[in-house]
């Protein structure tokens, strides 16, 4: 038998290698943008801006109050995949930083201070919406929305449109609270808005969608083992075609004893399981979900393994 010559064989493997190995970050930098360095505002909602470092998957930023050195707070301390970021800040003096990661190094830190004032006006404020999430998919047709208060704010104007926030107005409500309730809401998408006021000024509107999904599913079609089936006490597979949604879905597989005990009970990613079980007779099922919480089961098939 033949063997490669050393030297071409470590040439293979480095090959080989370099298309698994992640480029070491380690001397690069992160470019901060905005806001700039010793920058002071009274906007409750700051938005955070860099450069896009190459080979970085994401980036850790960092907010702290007052600093780093004796910080009193860490406001935030999260891994984003994007070079802009906003977040909410109470009035305030912070310092912020941001390193690029990937799987295997980082950056450096590169950090800026920051001031956030007391505002003396509702324009340069935003309201903070609360609930429901953003993009929520609810299967129940009544609601509260709620949101932060707002400094200065004597109340909200409250929106509910179709669609998008440019859709038709369905609603439009002045209240002195910090929820607003709805009821009654038929399927379909809807965006929510909140604008703070008083006598001499007026916040910026924030908008989030929702969607009311009161439709399950369609059942998912269970495949093998067929019904009645009976088996070997060898490891068998599952497998089923699943129910379809407007929304996103996840499948469910429960298998159960003689006795209705549930012996699995798992969420299952795929069209199919490998499990085995011991001795008896057992019914198994399919049941899909969709994003609002709708679920519709498969008829339960009986299988038997001896």
Known sequence: MRTLPLLLLSALLIAGCSDILEEDLDGLGVVLLTPPDQDSTTSNVVQFRWEEVPHATGYRIQIATPDFISPQVYVVDSVVTGTVVPFALAPGAYTWRVRAENGSSHTDYYQRRLVVLEATSLADLTPILLSPAANAALSATALTLSWQALGGAQDYRVELRQGDQNGALLQAQLVTTTTCALSAL???????????????????????????????????????PAANATLPQAPFTFQWQSGTDASATVDSLLVTDQNQVAVRRLAVTGTSHSDSLGTGVYQWTIRTTDAAGNGTSAAARTLTIP
Do not use: K
Not at 200 to 206: D, G, R, Y
């Open 186 to 224: 038929p399927e379909g998408l809807y965006t929510w808005g909140v604008q703070g006021q008083n006598s001499t000024s007026v916040s910026a509107f924030s908008y989030r969608s929702f969607r009311i999904d009161l439709t399950a599913p369609t059942a998912p079609l269970l495949i093998a």
